[in-house]
């Protein structure tokens, strides 16, 4: 058993979502958002190093010492699993362990809107979920697999780096892929899926520009495509999903990107307010006429205001609407939702006849 076994059972054991175990620091681990040292002693560079290398593989030692970083899955069994970042930084090595929950949650679970478990019908096309780091997009779309595996007769590929949830085949067969065991990158992984007879395609991130144009093709050919991006919201995914590609290339990237978007997914993590959970507050950008001619046109700058406006029966919503929503039933308080609006003023002006909920 590595030694620091011992500190994951505990974050496992008090449902926290993190350790952070760094030299120069006493271990810490994150509790609904918050960061809580641990009564331990300060970590040693020496120490901390020899923790940490416990939890890895001989290859995976030497991706590390090569690149000064790692991605990976480590596992105490029949007790939890976790997603893995090992990095030198200034003071020496670190690393942040996530928990991966072993149950794959579903949409009513999360608590997301109704229209994401509309994506799961989707034939084909390119869905973006979004977010900064932290903010639930790897579980969205565990969510979402889970719903298609459930429901529907479909081949299933996830990229991803590394795995987290494990998916166990229902009506679906899921093909899962590990970049590092699995595939050398994501490019590779992708074009080897487009081979292997693929109806949905799941890729962790689409990193670089060689990614986005093989998940276009993807979409192109018929395939749901799911994706990840680290956005803060709608209209920033669709511009780092364009920019990331060469100027000479941009326009025609944007021609398809309007053809073959049909949502996107930005989230936050919230803290509830009369539990000790998080809930997720979307941001849900539908396609439409209108919003494949804003990107076709160059015009991103005014899916805001379009999500602002949007009928709420097409499925569409800004940020701040559904953080209004979460007020007013009570999941959150303003102070909560004020701390991730887009727009701050404008919530405390829709939230203003709602004094009892405040």
Same mark, same amino acid.
């Given at each position: 058993?590595?030694?620091?076994?011992? &500190?994951?059972?505990?974050?496992?054991?008090?449902?926290?979502?993190?350790?952070?175990?760094?030299?120069?620091?006493?271990?810490?681990?994150?509790?609904?958002?918050?960061?809580?040292?641990?009564?331990?002693?300060?970590?040693?560079?020496?120490?901390?190093?020899? &923790?940490?290398?416990?939890?890895? %593989?001989? #290859?995976?030692?030497d991706v590390f010492e090569q690149d000064q970083q790692i991605d990976?899955?480590?596992?105490?069994?029949?007790?939890?699993?976790?997603?893995?970042?090992? &990095?030198?930084?200034?003071?020496?090595?670190?690393? *942040?362990?996530?928990?991966?929950?072993?149950?794959?949650?579903?949409?009513?679970?999360?608590?997301?809107?109704?229209?994401?478990?509309?994506?799961?019908?989707?034939?084909?096309?390119?869905?973006?979920?979004?977010?900064?780091?932290?903010?639930?997009? %790897?579980?969205?779309?565990?969510?979402?697999?889970?719903?298609?595996?459930?429901?529907?007769?479909?081949?299933?590929?996830?990229?991803?780096?590394?795995? #987290?949830?494990?998916?166990?085949?229902?009506?679906?067969?899921?093909?899962?892929?590990?970049?590092?065991?699995?595939?050398?990158?994501?490019?590779?992984?992708?074009?080897?899926?487009?081979?292997?007879?693929?109806?949905?395609?799941?890729?962790?991130?689409?990193?670089?520009?060689?990614? *986005?144009?093989?998940?276009?093709?993807?979409?192109?050919?018929?395939?749901?495509?799911?994706?990840?991006? +680290?956005?803060?919201?709608?209209?920033?995914?669709i511009d780092r999903l364009i920019d990331v590609s060469e100027d000479?290339?941009?326009?025609?990237?944007?021609?398809?990107?309007?053809?073959?978007?049909?949502?996107?997914?930005?989230?936050?993590?919230?803290?509830?307010?009369?539990?000790?959970?998080?809930?997720?507050?979307?941001?849900?950008?539908?396609?439409?006429?209108?919003?494949?001619?804003?990107?076709?046109?160059?015009?991103? +700058?005014?899916?805001?205001?379009?999500?602002?406006?949007?009928?709420?029966?097409?499925?569409?919503?800004?940020?701040?609407?559904?953080?209004?929503?979460?007020?007013?039933?009570? &999941?959150?308080?303003?102070?909560?939702?004020?701390?991730?609006?887009n727009q701050p003023d404008r919530l405390r002006q829709l939230v203003?006849?709602?004094?009892?909920?405040?």
């Amino acid at each position: 058993m590595a030694r620091i076994d011992s &500190f994951l059972r505990l974050v496992l054991d008090q449902s926290a979502s993190d350790l952070h175990f760094h030299a120069g620091n006493p271990p810490i681990i994150r509790y609904n958002k918050d960061l809580i040292p641990l009564p331990f002693r300060t970590l040693s560079e020496d120490e901390t190093r020899r &923790f940490l290398l416990e939890t890895m %593989t001989e #290859e995976q030692i030497d991706v590390f010492e090569q690149d000064q970083q790692i991605d990976y899955a480590y596992q105490i069994e029949g007790y939890g699993r976790f997603r893995v970042n090992v &990095f030198q930084k200034l003071h020496g090595i670190g690393a *942040v362990f996530r928990v991966i929950p072993d149950h794959v949650p579903t949409i009513d679970e999360l608590g997301l809107p109704s229209v994401v478990r509309s994506l799961a019908d989707l034939g084909s096309g390119l869905v973006l979920v979004t977010g900064p780091t932290g903010s639930g997009k %790897t579980t969205t779309l565990a969510a979402i697999v889970n719903e298609i595996n459930a429901k529907q007769r479909r081949h299933i590929i996830t990229i991803e780096d590394p795995i #987290e949830y494990v998916h166990h085949d229902q009506l679906s067969v899921v093909t899962q892929r590990q970049i590092g065991d699995h595939a050398a990158t994501f490019p590779s992984a992708l074009r080897s899926a487009l081979r292997e007879s693929p109806d949905v395609i799941v890729v962790g991130e689409l990193r670089d520009a060689e990614s *986005v144009a093989l998940a276009l093709s993807a979409a192109e050919t018929g395939v749901l495509v799911f994706g990840t991006l +680290h956005t803060n919201s709608a209209g920033k995914a669709i511009d780092r999903l364009i920019d990331v590609s060469e100027d000479d290339v941009q326009a025609q990237v944007r021609a398809v990107v309007a053809v073959l978007l049909r949502t996107v997914v930005a989230q936050q993590l919230c803290r509830r307010a009369h539990e000790d959970r998080l809930i997720a507050a979307c941001e849900v950008l539908m396609q439409n006429y209108a919003v494949s001619h804003m990107i076709r046109e160059a015009k991103i +700058h005014q899916i805001e205001g379009h999500l602002q406006h949007a009928d709420p029966t097409t499925g569409s919503q800004s940020l701040d609407m559904c953080l209004h929503h979460y007020i007013r039933d009570g &999941f959150i308080t303003l102070e909560e939702a004020l701390r991730v609006a887009n727009q701050p003023d404008r919530l405390r002006q829709l939230v203003a006849d709602l004094p009892d909920e405040l």
